[in-house]
């Protein structure tokens, strides 16, 4: 009988190692998963606004836009509706390299200068408005 109830006590201890080892395996696991997951997200910088002036001084026919660091790229070619929706001439990339053997920068912006068919300040005034929409 006591032979009996040793292997039983034995086998107890030996499921509940297993079971506690499984345990943490799998705790291991998903903690790793999470923390995958908290490294694939990004945090995007928030938008700088600025008040359109008038009386100021400045081109009608141009607007600067700087993209977030998360989106922006060495050479990067973007899609022309990520500039918003209003008409543009050309969209020229400041920021361009010729040496495609530079590496970008954590903190790396691009730059795109959008040409406005016309030389018209409110056109600028209303582009403004759609690019910070």
Same mark, same amino acid.
């Given at each position: &009988? ?11 201890? =030996?499921?509940? &190692? ?13 903690? !790793?998963?999470? =923390?995958?997951?908290?490294? /694939?997200?990004?945090? #995007? *910088? /928030?938008?700088? #606004?600025?008040?359109?002036? *008038?009386?100021?001084? #400045? ?10 660091? !998360? ?5 990067? =070619?973007?899609?022309? *509706? ?37 030389? !018209? ?13």
């Amino acid at each position: &009988m006591k032979k009996h109830e040793s292997f039983k006590k034995g086998k107890l201890i =030996i499921t509940i &190692m297993f079971a506690l080892i499984a345990l943490l395996a799998i705790t291991i696991f998903l903690s !790793n998963i999470v =923390i995958a997951k908290a490294v /694939d997200v990004k945090v #995007y *910088e /928030d938008k700088i #606004y600025h008040q359109i002036d *008038e009386n100021r001084d #400045y081109d009608g026919d141009k607007v600067l836009v700087v993209l977030d660091k !998360n989106i922006s790229g060495l050479n990067k =070619i973007h899609k022309t *509706e990520l500039f918003g929706d209003f008409p543009k001439s050309e969209i020229i990339d400041l920021t361009a390299s010729k040496n495609n053997s530079e590496q970008k920068k954590d903190d790396f912006r691009q730059i795109f200068e959008i040409v406005l068919p016309e030389n !018209n300040k409110q056109k600028v005034k209303e582009a403004l408005i759609n690019l910070l929409n």
